[in-house]
C-alpha cells in the first residue's frame, strides 16, 4: 500500500492511502503540485470535476485550495471503497467547498453535466483505454466554463501526442497546451481555451 499527501490548502500534509490495485497509479506529488501552480495556489470558487479518479489526490487537492464545488468520479468499486475511506478520515469541515463524490462511470456523469458549468476538469483515465481520455476530452470541451480559469488537465502515457490529438478531435483551433511535466513514463498535460 503506497501514500499520497495533500500538497496544500486547508487540508496540507494529509495523507490518502493507496491501494494496490491494476491500472491505478497516483499522480506523483511533483506533477500535482506544478499542477497547482500553475492553476493557482487559491482556487476560491471554482467547481472542478475529477475524472477516472482513483485516489481522488486531484479533487481532493482542489478542494482543499478552496475549491466551490468538487466532483470526484470512480467507477472501480474497490477504488471507490478506498477513496470513501480517506475521504472520511478528512474533516470535511475544513474546507469551504462542497464534495460531491459519485461511483459512476465519468463519461455518463459528464454527459449529464449542462454546457460551460465547469471551471476545471481533471481526466487522468487508466492508460490502456486511450478511448477514455479521448472520449472525456470531447466532454471536458463541451462543459469548460469561459473564463481565465478554464482548464483541462490530462495525464497521460508519453507515448501519446497531445498535439495529434487535439489535431483529429478538431480541438486544435479552441485549446492549446500551457504546460506539460513528465513523471516517468506519465505526461501531465495543462490545456486552456485559446482565446485566454
Not at 51 to 62: H, K, N
Not at 101 to 129: H, M, N, R
Not at 179 to 187: K, V
Request: aromatic share 4%; with cysteine; charged share 25%.
Amino acid at each position: 500500500m503506497g501514500k499520497v499527501r495533500i500538497i496544500g490548502g486547508s487540508w496540507r500534509g494529509r495523507v490518502l492511502l493507496v491501494e494496490d490495485a491494476p491500472g491505478l497509479r497516483p499522480s506523483a506529488d511533483r506533477v500535482r503540485e506544478t499542477l497547482f501552480n500553475l492553476l493557482g495556489q487559491v482556487l476560491d470558487d471554482l467547481i472542478c470535476v475529477d475524472c477516472f479518479a482513483g485516489t481522488g489526490a486531484l479533487g481532493l487537492e482542489a478542494l482543499s485550495r478552496g475549491a466551490r464545488q468538487v466532483h470526484i468520479l470512480e467507477k472501480a468499486s474497490n477504488a471507490f471503497k478506498a477513496l470513501q475511506k480517506n475521504i472520511s478520515s478528512f474533516k470535511l469541515e475544513e474546507v469551504t467547498g462542497e464534495l460531491i463524490l459519485q461511483k459512476t462511470d465519468a463519461l455518463t456523469y459528464l454527459a449529464k453535466l449542462p454546457s460551460q458549468a465547469i471551471d476545471i476538469v481533471f481526466i487522468d483515465p487508466p492508460f490502456a483505454q486511450p478511448e477514455l481520455l479521448q472520449q472525456a476530452l470531447l466532454q471536458a470541451k463541451r462543459i469548460l466554463r469561459v473564463g481565465p480559469s478554464a482548464a483541462i488537465y490530462l495525464e497521460h502515457p508519453s507515448t501519446l501526442k497531445i498535439e495529434t490529438l487535439l489535431t483529429e478531435l478538431k480541438l486544435d483551433q479552441e485549446l492549446i497546451i500551457k504546460r506539460s511535466i513528465r513523471s516517468g513514463q506519465a505526461i501531465g498535460t495543462l490545456l486552456v481555451p485559446k482565446t485566454i
